[in-house]
């Protein structure tokens, strides 16, 4: 499929089937996000995969949805802000804009192996950070579950304002 057709397929999942997830297809999405650019090539980020049951259950009570309890795997952004590019001219911090292009090349790798994901910004900050052991200086970015759907899954159709609302041309 071309990169279009993928970007359309491609939604928010809330519905997953238990198996397991292959490691080789772990492997090309973490990969994918490995590759993503980011401010001056520093690559702030640090990917947490969560798969073993007992820290599954810590993680999902940050995040109280049903849905989320059958996921086999949970991959979490994190990264320091003092590891990000820097922009002088008004002390920009390029930690979050880094993180948020490497957690999309890796949905979109998940969607191209038929994996579905959803992505979380609302979450109980300190209870993640709790769950996974992590300090005050790790800025956990966003989390996706990873699985492939349930049988029963129907994905919502994206609706998105056409170009012609969102583009100026000069």
């Known amino acids: 499929m071309d990169f279009l057709e993928l970007a359309a397929k491609r939604c928010s999942t809330r519905s997953f089937a238990t198996d397991p997830i292959p490691d080789e297809v772990i492997a090309r999405i ?64 390029s930690l979050e804009t880094d993180l948020a292009i490497t957690l999309d090349h890796m949905i979109l790798a998940a969607a191209e192996e038929g994996i579905g994901t959803c992505w979380i910004g609302a979450f109980d900050l300190h209870v993640l950070k709790e769950a996974l052991g992590m300090d ?30 969102i583009t100026t041309y000069l």
């Open 30 to 93: 973490l990969e994918a996000g490995r590759l993503a650019p980011s401010a001056k090539n520093l690559q702030p980020w640090h990917f947490t995969l969560v798969q073993t049951p007992a820290i599954l259950a810590k993680v999902h009570a940050c995040y109280s949805r049903n849905w989320l309890y059958t996921a086999p795997a949970i991959l979490i952004v994190s990264g320091r802000h003092d590891n990000a590019w820097v922009r002088t001219a008004d002390n920009y911090n």
């Open 136 to 165: 005050e200086k790790e800025a956990i970015f966003a989390f996706t579950p990873l699985g492939y759907p349930a049988n029963d899954f129907t994905p919502v159709p994206k609706k998105r304002k056409p170009l012609n609302e």
